[in-house]
């Protein structure tokens, strides 16, 4: 049943409001230990298995219309109110034992009735009139409609095996971890999170990179229910915003840059040469014209550039000027060590050819496009932002272009951090988080994304390899676990904890038939086994929320879908 039909159903059979409900579910619990004292110890004894075995809730149902078939044929046998009738000696025990084994098995579909009153639909998003403004016309847009104030401070994932509501507060939380197969539900998952999110008044940045269509279509229904400003970086779409990867002070376009790139082992030494050399050539750029590009700093990588940089910047730069930087004498010598010295000349030429590549890859009409994106405005005020970066179409590029991104997201934070201005919480979904290739720039953005106000979602097929970025991960505040494969079960299945159990085996007397004395152990099991988790339905999660209560942190939840 859709949850408008279930919440008109019981407006008009049990009251207007949740809490209405709520009500006549305590009365009939009340009203039962009167007259049926039975129904309400196998109520409890009901609820206590299947909770304990996180009994799916179609199964439930079979169960309880099964027993109560069976109810109804021996119906005669139950004694109402013989509490009463015992006390006063108008019944025999005999009968009163006969009625209590009838009550009980009415009680697995009182616990499902029960239930089902107490749950509380989960709550429509709020709209407003009109379409949303795509692309450049939504920067206008966002100062001038404010976001609706939420009913609920809490986001609502979905409900329990038991029909308890999964509710999280990522506000205080720095990351989720989101991982499973293809076709188990991520997808919807995280498009639940994403318009939950939208709902609290929450900026959400979604960054996939898969360039599914499902996706796609599912950030533009949300900006146009909740009526926020959608901000496009897609090649395909008209309406997009660019990107330039070369924003920020000069240290920064160098971290940014040379950071999208791997440089293992004695490589290390090129890193080091290429972060000296863009720093000082982002800063002459930034004297001479203003700005910097991709392109200007390829070209001004070649030795002769580079002198013809530091002239033209110095001759740029006012004499009474504050800047204190002589661009000739720095580009010149930088220019003669590149000359001069092998290894600066290897790592000017490799970087020179990697930053190349970018900047006429895939992704070189959104490179080349402006306006470009602005983070610090898309994350000041309500919004959504989509970047499709698919991975098919290039590798290497997505894998460059995507850790740019996650520099630039950093920097954002960096900034929040040394602010004291007010601004909304803003959600990172990065879909598909394996295609970067294990960036270790996103362990920094994990660990101090709370305290900027950046929550981070990580959706991945299987575990990070990297054990920096994998311990980050797991000791996130939220996991959220598809059905997985593998060692990743295993892994994950630890995550989720172990409970105490006692194991009591007794000693047979096979000649005689005979039970004597036997040996009780303790041991732990899995909360949540390895089993579960290679079994888990599409749409079903295992879910770990570091912040609930001790009985409450691990449980089996079915995710509310979007309608779109």
């Known amino acids: 049943m859709k949850r408008t039909n279930k919440e008109a159903v019981l407006r008009l059979l049990f009251g207007k409001t949740a809490a209405n409900r709520r009500q006549l579910a305590d009365a009939l619990?009340?009203?039962?230990?009167?007259?049926v004292p039975g129904l309400m110890l196998g109520t409890l004894v009901s609820g206590r298995i299947w909770n304990g075995r996180q009994t799916p809730s179609s199964s439930r149902w079979g169960w309880s219309?099964?027993?109560?078939?069976?109810?109804?044929?021996?119906?005669p046998a139950v004694v109402w109110t013989w509490p009463g009738q015992l006390l006063s000696?108008?019944?025999?025990?005999g009968s009163v034992i006969g009625s209590g084994i009838v009550e009980a098995m009415m009680a697995p579909l009182t616990?499902?009735?029960?239930?089902?009153?107490?749950?509380?639909?989960?709550?429509?998003a709020p709209t407003r009139q009109g379409a949303p403004p795509v692309g450049p016309a939504a920067a206008s847009h966002a100062s001038q409609h404010p976001a609706p104030t939420p009913a609920s401070p809490l986001i609502h994932l979905g409900i329990d095996q038991v029909g308890r509501p999964a509710d999280l507060d990522l506000g205080g939380e720095a990351s989720a971890l989101v991982v499973g197969l293809p076709g188990t539900g991520k997808t919807t998952t995280l498009v639940r999170l994403a318009s939950e999110s939208l709902r609290l008044g929450w900026s959400v940045v979604v960054v996939d990179l898969k360039g599914s269509g499902l996706m796609n279509r599912s950030i533009h229904a949300l900006a146009e229910r909740h009526m926020v400003p959608l901000y496009l970086v897609d090649r395909s779409e008209p309406d997009t915003?660019?990107?330039?990867?070369?924003?920020g002070d000069p240290a920064q376009i160098a971290n940014k840059l040379i950071g999208s790139f791997s440089f293992a082992g004695v490589a290390n030494v090129y890193q080091q040469v290429a972060l000296d050399a863009v720093s000082q050539i982002a800063a002459a750029l930034q004297a001479r014209d203003g700005a910097v590009t991709l392109e200007k700093i390829v070209e001004a990588l070649q030795p002769d550039e580079m002198t013809k940089l530091g002239r033209a910047a110095s001759q740029a730069v006012p004499k009474d000027t504050n800047d204190p930087i002589d661009h000739m004498a720095r580009m010149a010598a930088l220019s003669k060590s590149a000359k001069e010295t092998r290894v600066i000349m290897e790592g000017h030429i490799g970087i020179q050819k990697r930053l190349a590549s970018l900047s006429n890859g895939t992704f070189r009409v959104l490179l080349r496009r402006k306006p470009?994106?602005?983070?610090e405005t898309v994350m000041a005020t309500p919004s959504l932002t989509y970047m499709s970066l698919p991975t098919l179409a290039s590798p290497t590029d997505v894998e460059l272009l995507g850790r740019v991104v996650i520099q630039d997201v950093k920097q954002v934070a960096e900034h929040r951090l040394r602010s004291v201005a007010e601004r909304p919480r803003c959600l990172v979904i990065v879909d598909e988080f394996a295609a970067l290739n294990e960036p270790e720039q996103i362990v920094d953005l994990i660990l101090q994304g709370r305290e900027a106000g950046i929550t981070v979602i990580a959706s991945t097929q299987y575990l990070p390899k990297t054990p920096a970025i994998l311990h980050a991960m797991l000791g996130a505040g939220v996991v959220v676990a598809h059905r997985v494969a593998g060692p990743d079960a295993d892994v994950l299945a630890g995550q989720f904890g172990t409970t105490s159990t006692v194991e009591v085996t007794p000693n047979i007397d096979y000649t005689t038939g005979e039970v004597t004395r036997g040996t009780v152990r303790r041991g732990q099991t899995y909360t949540i086994s390895p089993g579960q988790l290679?079994?888990?339905?599409?749409?079903h999660v295992a879910l770990r929320v570091v912040q609930w209560p001790l009985p409450l942190r691990h449980r089996l939840v079915s995710v509310y879908r979007e309608e779109i």
């Open 111 to 124: 616990v499902q009735v029960i239930t089902w009153l107490r749950q509380s639909p989960a709550p429509a």
């Open 372 to 375: 470009a994106l602005a983070w």
């Open 65 to 75: 219309l099964l027993a109560a078939a069976v109810v109804a044929f021996v119906a």
């Open 89 to 93: 000696g108008g019944i025999s025990f």
């Open 534 to 539: 290679r079994d888990l339905e599409p749409g």
């Open 29 to 35: 619990i009340v009203l039962g230990l009167l007259v």
């Open 241 to 247: 915003f660019g990107y330039d990867p070369c924003s």
